[in-house]
C-alpha cells in the first residue's frame, strides 16, 4: 500500500516547527481515537496520525524523511506501527500530556483499566407553548442548568501547574494482576481506582470533578406544525464528556396548549361553527376565525348539524418542511333558540301550520 505524505497527514507545511506538529497530531488523535471515534476507517486514521508523528517529531526520523522519504525510514530500520496497542505502548508518554491518561485506556486493545473517555449524558427540557405559537413557529429562549468543562482546568481535574503522578502500586497501568493457581486474574487498582496516576493537586475551581454546573442561555427554533409530545434536539447541548469526551444532547418535549376554538387533527384544523336556525334553512355569509386572519364562508341553504364544509390549505403546515398545509374543516352547528318572543312563535307556528 502507498503511504501518503507525512506532512500531508498531519495538515502542516514542511517547515513546520515542533509546537506546530505536536498541536496538529493533538487534533487529529483526539478526533480519531478509538475510545470516542466510531466512523468507519477512524482507526486506520489515528494509526496514520500516530506514525506521522512518531516520525516528524523526531529530528534524526524526520532528516531522513525529508532526505529520502518512506523509502529512506525503511532502510533505517523503521516501520510504523502494527496494531493501536502498539502506539499506545510505544507513545503513552504524549496521550498522557495531551489527555490525562487516555492513552492506554481503550479496552478493545487489551488496554488498561484507565478512565475511559465517555459522552457527557442526554438532557430533558419540557417546553410549553400557545396552540398559535405552534401553528406559526416561534423562537424561545430557554435557559438550561447543565455541567460544562471546567474552564480552570480545561476538564483536567488538576490544578493548572501542577503534574500527575503516575500510580506507584499499579506502575501507571491501573489494573493489578494477581496469580490464584493456574489464573491470572486482573483487578482495578485500589489505589488510584484505575487511573492510573493521581493528580497533585486538585482544581480549586471544580474540585478535582472537571466539570461545573453552569446555566446557559439557549435559542430553540420551534418549527410551524409542531405538534404536541414532539421532540427537538440541539446536538452538543447536553452534560459535559469527561477525559475528553464529546457533550451530549439536550432533548426539548413540546407541550401545546389546547386552542379555546380549534383541534387538530394531523395537518387539518377543525372548527365547529354555530350558526341559528334560519341561516340553515335559508342560507348566509359568516365570519369565522383562520390562523392568519377571520374569513368570510358560505352556509348552504338547507344546512343541517353535522355538515362540514372544506377550506383547502387553510390548516396547519407540514412540520418536516414538505411545503404541504392541511385543510380547516368547519363544522356547522345549528342552534335552537331557547327564549322566544311572542312574535317569534307565532311565526314559528305559522311556519309549521305551512
Known amino acids: 500500500m502507498i503511504k501518503r505524505d507525512y506532512y500531508e497527514i498531519l495538515e502542516i507545511a514542511r517547515n513546520a516547527a515542533g509546537d506546530e506538529i505536536k498541536k496538529s497530531y493533538r487534533r487529529l488523535a483526539l478526533k480519531y481515537h478509538p475510545d470516542r471515534c466510531k466512523e468507519e476507517g477512524g482507526e486506520d486514521k489515528f494509526k496514520e496520525a500516530s506514525e506521522a508523528y512518531e516520525v516528524l517529531s523526531d529530528p534524526e526520523r524526520k532528516q531522513i524523511y525529508d532526505a529520502y522519504g518512506h523509502s529512506g525510514l525503511d532502510r533505517s530500520g523503521f516501520h510504523g506501527f502494527n496494531d493501536v496497542n502498539d502506539i499506545f505502548s510505544s507513545m503513552g508518554g504524549i496521550f498522557e500530556e495531551f489527555f490525562g491518561g487516555m492513552g492506554g485506556s481503550y479496552s478493545g486493545y487489551g488496554g488498561s483499566a484507565r ?8 438532557l430533558r427540557y419540557d417546553l410549553s407553548i400557545l396552540f398559535m405559537e405552534a401553528a406559526h413557529g416561534i423562537e424561545k429562549e430557554i435557559d438550561v442548568m447543565k455541567q460544562v468543562n471546567c474552564e480552570q482546568c480545561e476538564g483536567s481535574g488538576q490544578e493548572p501547574g501542577t503534574e500527575r503522578i503516575i500510580c506507584q502500586m499499579c506502575g501507571g497501568s491501573g489494573n493489578m494482576t494477581q496469580r490464584q493457581g493456574f489464573f491470572m486474574i486482573q483487578t482495578v487498582c485500589p489505589q488510584c481506582r484505575g487511573e492510573g496516576y493521581k493528580i497533585e493537586k486538585h482544581c480549586t ?109 387553510k390548516g396547519l403546515a407540514d412540520v418536516h418542511g414538505r411545503g404541504r398545509k392541511g385543510d380547516q374543516v368547519v363544522i356547522f352547528m345549528v342552534k335552537t333558540p331557547r327564549k322566544l318572543s311572542k312574535k317569534q312563535k307565532k311565526l314559528l307556528e305559522e311556519f309549521m301550520e305551512s
Open 205 to 313: 475551581e471544580c474540585r478535582g470533578q472537571g466539570r461545573v454546573n453552569k446555566s446557559k442561555k439557549l435559542s430553540v427554533k420551534v418549527p410551524a406544525g409542531v405538534e404536541d409530545g414532539m421532540r427537538l434536539v440541539l446536538r452538543g447541548e447536553g452534560q459535559a464528556g469527561t477525559n475528553g469526551g464529546p457533550p451530549g444532547d439536550l432533548y426539548v418535549f413540546i407541550g401545546v396548549k389546547p386552542h379555546d376554538y380549534f383541534e387538530r387533527y394531523g395537518d387539518d384544523l377543525v372548527c365547529k361553527v354555530p350558526i341559528s336556525f334560519p341561516q340553515a334553512a335559508l342560507g348566509a355569509k359568516v365570519t369565522i376565525p383562520s390562523l392568519d386572519a377571520e374569513i368570510e364562508v358560505e352556509v348552504p341553504a338547507g344546512t343541517e348539524t353535522g355538515d362540514e364544509l372544506r377550506l383547502k390549505e
Open 115 to 122: 478512565s475511559r473517555v465517555m459522552q457527557g449524558a442526554d
